[in-house]
């Protein structure tokens, strides 16, 4: 029997992304100035090359029908599973969490930036597009740059891939077109040496990563609750 939602986002509106820290680690920066940060990134970066607007307001608890991005301590926080019902009834949710990332070594502003874009552009986290050599590529905005960082207003946040990186075509004319924020990406679907993408080729999904040093690091992280597993869950159960 398929599953039935209890509600479902609607695309043609401006989502409200209600940001709730129920995190007792720093964060690294005050999350009263990490909100409204995060809106003025969007809309000065974000907004004019994605065009995926968004509302961001602060609360102490979740709110019904609304897009949200909470910050945890780890999954296994007490109380959690009260986020994960929101997306049972189709809500699109970012989760930080913020202990196995500091151990990462993360920036929690740049982890919070990058899975709120990733977010707006594909809010269930199923879309894969055409690649290079036959392989479907995952659609995700921040992975391939993850390492790289913007210097918004003194507060750091994530590199992002512009459209024109998932242009295949572009590969025969790679100066055709700008491909990140930074400029540090030269051509589409490459990745540079703290990014990774998964990939889809032949039944299985593969992973590229764009050094062995990332690699490394990748696989030595808490990975279970990341956007790229529940992309590569929902493909072997619908693709």
């Known amino acids: 029997m398929p599953i039935k939602y209890a509600a479902d986002f609607n695309r043609d509106l401006m989502p409200t992304v209600v940001c709730v820290n129920k995190a007792t680690a720093d964060l690294g920066v005050d999350f009263d100035k990490l909100v409204p940060a995060l809106q003025d990134f969007l809309d000065e970066l974000f907004v004019p090359v994605w065009g995926t607007p968004a509302k961001l307001v602060k609360s102490i608890d979740p709110k019904p029908g609304c897009w949200h991005l909470v910050f945890l301590d780890k999954p296994e926080q007490p109380g959690s599973s009260s986020f994960h019902d929101i997306t049972f009834k189709g809500m699109p949710i970012a989760k930080v969490f913020v202990k196995p990332a500091i151990k990462s070594g993360e920036v929690i502003s740049v982890t919070a930036s990058h899975e709120l874009l990733e977010m707006l552009v594909d809010p269930s986290a199923a879309l894969w597009t055409d ?8 659609y995700e905005v921040c992975d391939v740059v993850e390492d790289d960082k913007i210097d918004f207003n003194g507060i750091e946040m994530s590199d992002f891939v512009y459209p024109a990186y998932f242009d295949l075509f572009r590969l025969k004319k790679p100066k055709s077109a700008q491909y990140d924020y930074l400029k540090r990406v030269k051509r589409p679907f490459q990745i540079l040496e703290g990014g990774y993408s998964d990939t889809y080729k032949s ?27 529940t992309r590569r869950k929902r493909h072997r159960w619908h693709g």
Request: glycine share 12%; aromatic share 12%.
């Open 131 to 138: 690649g290079p050599h036959g392989a479907k590529w995952a």
């Open 203 to 229: 039944g299985r999904v593969i992973t590229k990563w764009g050094s062995p040093e990332k690699k490394e690091r990748f696989l030595k992280e808490d990975r279970r609750y990341h956007r790229s597993q």
